[in-house]
């Protein structure tokens, strides 16, 4: 099934909108359309065993015997419904269309009627019946088909996907909240099974797979597809959680569908209500929305880290409250398996990230200590930059972190960077946001270049060796150190360090305050080079006007900082006999871990000012990943002979256009 298909199928469900129009805000479309997509899809996929099912419910109707078992055998799925309704009888009979209808979802099995309510699709019943609406609706969705042999689950996917990116445009949601393209699904799920696809092919295989952000299912669908085009009798468990309940309880349908275990997709919001709580998965991935803040579930992830520390999930450390996205990478790693004394277990996760998480955050920082706690446990692989305008709502550039923490030998302590920015293929129509797309021969390209990675890196002659960088995870790892030099000082008595003396609270506190003030006022010689030949003087001024010199570190502390004035010729002010740092010349510079500090400095620093030094007490470890400046290429600017002789030409072609006007 072609995309215009795909478009038709949806415009057809989404023409429900004119009926809506007047009796509902454009926001609210999408709670009527969605709910009523699911049902017929259900339907359709029911069809074929409808009258079957029918006349096992009759034959159990007074039975004490469940019949629950029964009954999904003869559907032929995980769910069925007893009832002998369709949509079609309901639209039929206009004037009870509210009450057959009810009867008709309430005859659904417990886990299908459960995906209804998510939508709290009875009160779209009564408002649309109150509206003479229901009966209209109906009638619409009736006419769409939805049967399997028509539209497969991966296209019903694709159905799925664009009515809920109109509603989410309808809705205003934000950027981060966008769905996941499935040409860009099929790159990251082979980015992460490719090293496994042998051991994929042995008997008996089963795998498991986590999605904590799992949208409609994606993400899910395309894992369980992949492993069993490796290995047809694979056994495949996906499991997943998502917070937003009309994707939840779309994506709970898809399984049900399929045959899975809708009871593996978990409501709620994953780090305040971790559905997948103390289990562990051998495949994890995520699109999770990143630029989205976490304020709500804060005091749950922040007494989690607080009380839990490395035993919790949230333990390396907190990002800003803005942004989320490595709270979730925290949380899958956290259900990594771990890896046997024979090398057998562990997990491989992929992930998808926009740039912050790259580099956002100085040493010490939340962001940055997550890096440091990921990188210093060896377990990120390599990161693929993607092209921009991939996703439907948002054109951002964005990032697949790999991840694993059982990495081949010839990996181990390093990290790939794979720069795919230039491998897509402009869209034949933009969809929101979307106007690039990667064709197949690009996600091949993709693949091939990341599993050969180490060895392209090292082959200057290979025709994308530019294209990949291999670092040591050192090499993202720099050391925060701050530099300071001395405070040197003049000293003087004017007006402004008069002023400033008086207004300070030291000062004002103690006794004859104006006589002193005035003593100073009345020198002759009011600029001294040093500190002790100042005090001195002022002292014996005070004295002399018959008043007592103060004493005590408040006094001398003010004294100074009002008649103390900055000169890079000035006397070096000490503490405890050592040079005392002046705040405003501190500097702080980012070294490489590899490096010594003192090295730096000698040859960085000091042959600009010789008197600086570290003050290794505030030296900070950082981590950052600068993605774009080690694939930076630069251009340099068009001579400007060749821009002027392009300007000439330019006024030439326009007087010319100007003489064929006038004549």
């Known amino acids: 099934m072609n995309s215009s298909k795909h478009t038709e199928l949806a415009n057809h469900a989404w023409s429900v909108a004119d009926l809506l129009r007047g009796d509902y805000k454009q926001s609210d479309y999408g709670k009527v359309i969605l709910p009523f997509t699911v049902l017929r899809r259900l339907e359709c996929v029911l069809e074929p065993t409808r009258e079957r099912v029918a006349e096992i419910a009759e034959q159990h109707k007074d039975s004490d015997i469940d019949p629950d078992r029964f009954l999904r055998r003869a559907s032929g799925h995980s ?83 664009e009515l809920i990116r109109r509603f989410a445009e309808q809705s205003n949601e934000t950027a981060g909240e966008h769905f996941t393209p499935r040409e860009v699904i099929q790159l990251m799920v082979r980015l992460l099974v490719a090293p496994d696809g042998d051991a994929l092919q042995l008997p008996g295989t089963v795998r498991t797979v986590l999605d904590p952000a799992c949208g409609t299912g994606g993400m899910l669908s395309a894992m369980d597809d992949l492993i069993t085009e490796f290995n047809e009798d694979a056994t495949v468990e996906v499991y997943g959680q998502e917070l937003n309940p009309e994707s939840w309880a779309i994506c709970r349908s898809d399984l049900m569908i399929k045959g899975q275990d809708p009871e593996n997709i978990a409501f709620g919001n994953s780090f305040s209500d971790d559905g997948h709580a103390r289990k562990t998965f051998d495949y994890m991935l995520a699109n999770p929305p990143f630029g989205v803040e976490w304020k709500k579930v804060k005091e749950e992830v922040e007494h989690e880290h607080k009380a839990l520390g490395e035993a919790g999930r949230f333990g390396a450390g907190l990002p800003r409250i803005n942004d989320g996205s490595l709270l979730f990478l925290q949380h899958m790693i956290d259900k990594m398996k771990p890896v046997d004394v024979n090398g057998g277990g562990g997990s491989r996760i992929a992930i998808v990230f926009n740039g912050s998480p790259l580099f956002t955050g100085a040493a010490g920082s939340g962001e940055s200590e997550i890096r440091r706690w990921i990188l210093e446990n060896d377990w990120l692989e390599g990161i693929v930059a993607l092209p921009d305008q991939l996703f439907y709502n948002t054109g951002i550039s964005t990032y697949f972190w790999i991840l694993t923490n059982r990495k081949s030998p010839d990996h181990k302590g390093k990290v790939v960077l794979l720069d795919a920015r230039d491998q897509w293929q402009k869209m034949r129509k933009s ?123 408040p006094f001398n502390k003010a004294l100074r900082d009002a008649i103390g004035v900055r000169d890079p010729e000035g006397e070096v002010q000490l503490v405890k006999g050592q040079p005392e740092p002046d705040s405003e010349l501190r500097d702080y510079e980012n070294v490489p871990l590899s490096e010594d500090v003192e090295e730096y400095l000698k040859r960085e620093v000091h042959p600009h000012v010789p008197d600086a030094w570290i003050d290794g007490s505030k030296t900070k470890i950082g981590y950052e990943i600068p993605f774009t400046r080690h694939f930076y290429v630069y251009k340099p600017p068009r001579p400007l002979a060749e821009i002027d002789a392009e300007l000439k030409a330019l006024e030439a072609e326009i007087q010319g256009l100007l003489g064929e006007v006038t004549e």
Do not use: C
């Open 431 to 553: 969809l929101g946001d979307k106007r690039k797309e990667l064709g197949k021969d690009h996600i091949a390209t993709v693949v091939k270049l990341y599993g050969e990675a180490l060895a392209v890196a090292g082959d200057a002659e290979h025709p994308l060796h530019g294209k990949v960088k291999v670092f040591w995870n050192e090499d993202f790892g720099y050391q925060r150190i701050t530099v300071e030099r001395p405070l040197k000082l003049r000293f003087e008595v004017t007006e402004e360090t008069l002023a400033a003396l008086e207004a300070s609270k030291a000062i004002q506190k103690l006794p004859q305050v104006t006589v002193m003030l005035d003593a100073f006022e009345s020198m002759e010689v009011r600029s001294w080079a040093t500190k002790q030949e100042a005090w001195l003087a002022l002292k014996d001024a005070v004295v002399a006007a018959g008043s007592t010199w103060p004493t005590g570190a």
């Open 79 to 161: 769910f069925y419904n007893r009832s002998s309704l369709t949509l079609k009888k309901i639209a039929a009979d206009p004037q009870n269309a509210a009450k057959n209808l009810m009867v008709y979802v309430g005859a659904f099995s417990d886990n299908a009627r459960g995906v209804l309510d998510r939508f709290d699709f009875a009160q779209q019943i009564k408002r649309l019946d109150d509206a003479d609406l229901l009966y209209k609706v109906i009638g619409k969705f009736t006419d769409l088909d939805l049967r399997p042999d028509v539209v497969p689950n991966h296209n019903m996917g694709y159905i799925f996907e």
